[in-house]
Structure formats: C-alpha cells, structure tokens
C-alpha cells in the first residue's frame, strides 16, 4: 500500500503535532459556527481548502517519496518545497476565495495555477499513501476529460479547455472540494476525536476485556471474542485492516490456542473485522456519505443498516459456535479470563459515552458531527470522575493531534474521489455509461446488479472502499435506480460489495493482515474467509428486492423479514460447518444450503413466507435432535454390550 511512515523528533514532530492538531480544532470551530459570532463568514469550500493544505502538509513532512529511502528520521529538502507549496497554494485559496467566488466563471491565472500546484500534490500525497493505483485513476480521469472528445462512441464526449477543466475540478464545489471531502472534514473527523477519546480513557482495554468476561467461558470463547470485539472496533476504526492488526494480535493466537486451525483462525478475525465497517452506528466514513448523498439523516442511514449487519454478525457467530462443537474446542480457561464484575464496572463509562452519542444522533436528531462531539466532551467529562479512566492533560491535548494525523489519510481519499466525481460530472460520462449499462443488462435487474457487484469488488482492489463507493454511486447507481431499486437499497448495495473487496481474492488486504499473523496459507485462509462471510455476500441481493430488511415497510413486513433471515441463516451455517447437533450427512449438508439460499430467493418476493421458513426449519431441527438422540443411545448401548 503507502510509503513508510518518518520517525521525525524534536521541532519538526512538533511542527507535525501542531499542523494535525488544528485539524479537529478548525472543525470544532467551523461546526460550532463560532466564526459568524465574532463577524467572520466564510464559504464551505474556504474551510476544505484549508483542512485540505494541512493534510497535504503532513503527508509530505510524515510519509517518505519512495519505500526504500533512507530519510526516515528526517525530512529532505524536496519535501520541504512540496510543504512550503502546499501551505502557500492553500494559504492563497484559503483566504483569496471570498473574492474568487465572484468571478469563478472566469479562468484567470492565478487560479489556474493554485489548481495545478494542489491537483499534483493532491496526486502525489495519494501515491504516498496509498500506492499508484488511485493514482492512476484520478490521472485517467483527468486524460480522459482533457481527450474525451477524440474517442467514438459512448465514450466520446465534448472538448473542454484544459485551463477551465483543472480550476472545476479543483476551486469548484462538485470536485475536490466537494460532498465527499466535506464528509472527511468534519463527520469523519469527529467520530476519529471521538474513537481516539475513548481509547485514551482505556475505552478500548474496557472493551477488550468485557468481550473476553462474556464470551471467553462459551465453548469456542476465543473465537465469539473476536466476533465480538472486533465488531466494535472496526466500526470505530473505519479500517478492516487497521482492525485485524489491533485486535488480531490478541485474538487469532488465543483461537490456534484453544483448538481452532491457522487459517480458520485468521478467517474469523479478517471477516469480523470487516463486518464492523457495515455496523452501525458508526458505519466508518461511508455511512455518513450516503446520508450527504441521499439528503436523508444520518440515524435514517443506522437504522436501515441494522438487520442486514445482525444478520451478518449472527452468521458468523453460529458458524463460529458450530466449528467449536465440531471439533470439541473447549471453552478458554477461566482462570486467565478478566472477573465478570470487574470488567462490567469497567465498561460504565464507555457504555454511557455510547448512550451520548447514541441519545444525540437518534433522539435529539443531532448532525453527525456534534452528535460525535457531545458524545467525545461526555467521554472527558467521565474520565475526570472515574479515577481510572483519569489522564494528564497533555494527553487530552496530544488526543488532538492524533485524531488529526488520523483524518489525513480518509482526507485525501476523498478528495481524489472528489476529482473523479468532478470529472464525471463535468463530461458527462455518469450519466451516459448508466444507460448504456442499462442496455447492455437488457433490462435484467439480476445482472445489473451483478455488474455492480463485480464492479465494486474489482475496483475495491485498489481503492479504499470510501473512495469505490463515490465512484461507483456515481457511476452505476443511477442505472440502478432507474431499473426500478429504490436509492437507499442500491447505494447500500454498493457500500457492501466495495467493502467485500476486503475479503474477496485475489486482493483481499484484511485476509493477508490476517493470515500473516496466524502465520497461515493466505489462499487457504481467504477461502475460509469466504465461507464465514456467506451472509455479506447474500443479503444485498435481498434487501434490493425486500425493503424490509432495510426496515422499510410496515412493522409486520420488517418482522417478517427478521424471522426468514434468522431461518435462512440457521440452514446456511449449519450446511456451510456441516454440522448441527452432531455431523450432518453431504446430501442433508446440500440441502440445508439450499433451503437457506431458497428461503432468502422467496423471502425477497415473497414476505409472507417466513412462516414456511420456519416450519421447515422447525421440522429440520426436530429431524436433527432425534437422529442425534438415537445415535447417543445407540452408542451407549455399543458401550454397555463392551
């Protein structure tokens, strides 16, 4: 992925903390509207602009020019320019552009020369970060609107004058400065102070530890820690990856521990992890972007998210059980586990922080972004009255500059979006390439969908999920919506598929984290990983069909949902493990993944069949417990005649 990262000290890496920390105190500052108070108003784009610089800034003082350079402690005269450059193009927008909006139809020379310092910074902070391969996107992008009009055919599109191309894509508010940047600025920003918050507190020990106290003593309980703990984590971290290498270095040793193989091992964390990108109410920084995009609240978002994600969750927790019952793993010893009373008065705070946050966003129907802040001011404030959760204060202040350096990478990821999503805009080809796949599917939903699918999981490879779900929102989802899927189901249907990409080969980074810490085959592991994310890769199809999985409908309808999915996810666990109160037969395991593959095809036209769904689950069970019964019995006697 990205360069290596400086280890710098003394004035540079307080220059570095002081850049990152006035990243959330701008945004506290902008968000709170404190500047009109004192008579100073300025244009959304002036604030961007200015977070922009910063980022760009400390990509160049923090990451090196190339893998294998020697100036990790230092940093090289080069760099330094491209710092001076990015303070001075930005410095210039930043406090030029109350006088620029007045004549921004007009190419003047200044502004076409800002666009092409902070286009090029842009594209050189993003191969710092993460690599050539958005790179080469956003370079074909801005090729293909510059010489869009030689080429024939769908893609042939109207000559556009380079000056007026690269100051719309950089100065105009549907580009880099545009929704998804915005987002970075100051939802995700808010939720990063607010995550590095808690962790400062010992949210994350009280977390961990509460997770091991409830789940350790349960057969398999290593595994069910994972599944659980990590489902939090990656919801506060944003990043599959990032998720596995915190909460997998403790969890995947303990799995191979108490039973469970190499591989399976690292499949569970990777999967677990990766769900908590899709769990609310955090949802990373791609929840809060379909909320911009769909002009809905935030909470709307969370809410609609919800039973696709449990159901997930469920998935993989009851095949997680079923291996620990197959292979007789035992639960982990209780003497090495945290004291169940002690772990609970530990998780207090953080579970009242929660409610802060969880109060504001969906009772008070606050932003976002404030709901994060009352919930990070609710987080100081219990840290002061709970002894052990007390900090020194230039903790709570060195907080700040890591939630800053956090935001740099999501940042930049959105504003390289942003440049695509302005040029699609700006030549047309959006809007074009929707009819044309809609055309090319000849009117078949299932096979647009599975473009999307396949689309979403191929560019993901390369490219963060925020950034796959801008381009392809923007790209295929209005062949979506005009082929009759409501907004919300096909934006939801791509935020899923572009964070499969985590899990799905050849490129599956949350799998490699994985495996490489349980020390495993990655193939093998990747394999398995698929199996226990079964569930992700089925319910989208579903809920595009079904409303009602996204808790749209009547109660009933939403009910009636829950209940098929939870019987569609019994059969498919139980034929995917290949056991289910006791062994189950290849033929009954064939079967059993059908009738939950069937149970999900019927439930998407058909709500009313939860009701067959669960009088054939409900006659499977009965099925399985007396056979298993009579094989008990059969043995006991084989034991008794010995």
């Known amino acids: 992925m990205g360069n290596e990262s400086r280890q710098l000290e003394g004035a540079v890496l307080g220059l570095v903390y002081f850049l990152a920390a006035l990243?959330?105190?701008?945004?506290?500052?902008?968000?709170?509207?404190?500047?009109?108070?004192?008579?100073?108003?300025?244009?959304?784009?002036?604030?961007?602009?200015?977070?922009?610089?910063?980022?760009?800034?400390?990509?160049?003082?923090?990451?090196?020019?190339?893998?294998?350079?020697?100036?990790?402690?230092?940093?090289?005269?080069?760099?330094?320019?491209?710092?001076?450059?990015?303070?001075?193009?930005?410095?210039?927008?930043?406090?030029?552009?109350?006088?620029m909006v007045a004549t921004m139809g007009l190419v003047s020379d200044d502004k076409v020369l800002v666009s092409v310092i902070g286009l090029v910074l842009l594209l050189e902070a993003t191969r710092r970060l993460v690599g050539w391969t958005m790179v080469c996107v956003g370079l074909m992008a801005l090729a293909y609107a510059q010489f869009g009009h030689l080429l024939s055919g769908m893609f042939e599109t109207r000559q556009i004058n380079w000056s007026r191309m690269v100051t719309y894509n950089f100065l105009g508010v549907g580009a880099v400065l545009g929704t998804p940047l915005y987002v970075a600025a100051t939802i995700v920003t808010a939720f990063v102070l607010f995550g590095k918050m808690l962790f400062l507190t010992g949210g994350g020990d009280a977390i961990s530890n509460f997770s091991f106290a409830l789940m350790g003593k349960r057969r398999g309980g290593p595994a069910k820690v994972a599944v659980f703990s990590s489902a939090l984590f990656g919801s506060l971290s944003g990043s599959a990856s990032a998720n596995v290498a915190t909460t997998g270095m403790l969890t995947i040793p303990m799995m191979k521990r108490v039973g469970y193989?190499?591989?399976?091992?690292?499949?569970?964390?990777?999967?677990?992890?990766?769900?908590?990108?899709?769990?609310?109410?955090?949802?990373?920084?791609?929840?809060?972007?379909?909320?911009?995009?769909?002009?809905?609240?935030?909470?709307?978002?969370?809410?609609?998210?919800?039973?696709?994600?449990?159901?997930?969750?469920?998935?993989?927790?009851?095949?997680?059980?079923?291996?620990?019952?197959?292979?007789?793993?035992?639960?982990?010893?209780?003497?090495?586990?945290?004291?169940?009373?002690?772990?609970?008065?530990?998780v207090i705070p953080v579970a009242l922080a929660?409610?802060?946050?969880?109060?504001?966003?969906?009772?008070?129907?606050?932003?976002?972004?404030?709901?994060?802040?009352?919930?990070?001011?609710?987080?100081?404030?219990?840290?002061?009255?709970?002894?052990?959760?007390?900090?020194?204060?230039?903790?709570y202040l060195k907080v700040l500059a890591s939630a800053g350096e956090a935001v740099v990478f999501i940042a930049i990821m959105c504003a390289m979006a942003g440049l695509v999503v302005g040029v699609l805009g700006l030549t047309g080809l959006g809007s074009s390439?929707?009819?044309?796949?809609?055309?090319?599917?000849?009117?078949?939903?299932?096979?647009?969908?599975?473009?999307?699918?396949?689309?979403?999981?191929?560019?993901?490879?390369?490219?963060?999920?925020?950034?796959?779900?801008?381009?392809?929102i923007i790209l295929v989802?209005?062949?979506?919506?005009?082929?009759?899927?409501?907004?919300?189901?096909?934006?939801?249907?791509?935020?899923?598929?572009?964070?499969?990409?985590?899990?799905?080969?050849?490129?599956?980074l949350a799998v490699f984290v994985a495996a490489s810490i349980?020390?495993?085959?990655?193939?093998?592991?990747?394999?398995?990983?698929?199996?226990?994310?079964?569930?992700?890769?089925?319910?989208?199809?579903?809920?595009?069909?079904?409303?009602?999985?996204?808790?749209?409908?009547?109660?009933?309808?939403?009910?009636?949902?829950?209940?098929?999915?939870?019987?569609?996810?019994?059969?498919?666990?139980?034929?995917?493990?290949g056991y289910f109160f006791g062994p189950v037969h290849p033929v009954e395991r064939w079967l059993a993944l059908a009738m939950g593959i069937g149970i999900f095809i019927v439930a998407s036209v058909m709500p009313l069949s939860f009701a067959g769904a669960w009088l054939l689950l409900g006659l499977w069970l009965l099925s399985r417990r007396q056979r298993n019964h009579s094989r008990l019995r059969q043995q006991q006697s084989l034991n008794v005649t010995l």
């Open 518 to 577: 349980a020390e495993s085959n990655p193939w093998k592991t990747a394999l398995y990983a698929l199996r226990f994310a079964a569930m992700a890769y089925m319910i989208p199809f579903v809920f595009v069909f079904n409303d009602a999985f996204l808790m749209q409908g009547t109660a009933m309808e939403v009910v009636m949902a829950v209940f098929s999915g939870i019987a569609a996810v019994v059969f498919l666990s139980a034929g995917l493990v």
């Open 433 to 472: 390439l929707s009819q044309n796949l809609l055309q090319l599917a000849g009117g078949s939903v299932w096979l647009l969908l599975i473009f999307a699918a396949i689309g979403c999981i191929v560019l993901g490879m390369g490219v963060p999920v925020t950034a796959t779900y801008i381009i392809l």
């Open 477 to 508: 989802g209005p062949a979506l919506v005009t082929a009759g899927i409501s907004e919300l189901s096909a934006h939801m249907f791509i935020f899923y598929f572009g964070t499969l990409s985590f899990l799905t080969p050849p490129v599956c």
């Open 23 to 99: 990243i959330p105190v701008s945004v506290v500052i902008y968000t709170a509207r404190l500047l009109p108070e004192f008579g100073l108003v300025i244009y959304k784009e002036q604030f961007l602009v200015f977070v922009l610089t910063l980022c760009l800034a400390l990509t160049f003082l923090r990451k090196s020019a190339f893998k294998s350079s020697s100036s990790q402690t230092h940093v090289p005269w080069y760099d330094w320019i491209l710092v001076l450059l990015a303070l001075g193009a930005g410095g210039y927008v930043s406090f030029t552009y109350h006088k």
């Open 261 to 346: 193989s190499d591989a399976k091992s690292g499949a569970i964390e990777a999967v677990a992890s990766t769900g908590g990108l899709v769990l609310p109410p955090v949802m990373a920084a791609t929840g809060f972007l379909m909320a911009e995009f769909l002009g809905i609240p935030y909470a709307s978002i969370a809410l609609a998210a919800a039973i696709p994600a449990l159901l997930f969750y469920f998935c993989v927790y009851l095949q997680v059980d079923l291996e620990a019952a197959k292979g007789n793993i035992l639960p982990y010893d209780a003497s090495q586990l945290p004291d169940m009373k002690t772990a609970g008065r530990q």
């Open 354 to 395: 929660f409610g802060v946050l969880l109060y504001a966003l969906f009772v008070l129907t606050q932003s976002p972004e404030n709901s994060a802040f009352a919930a990070t001011l609710a987080t100081v404030v219990l840290s002061a009255l709970f002894p052990a959760m007390r900090q020194n204060w230039k903790n």
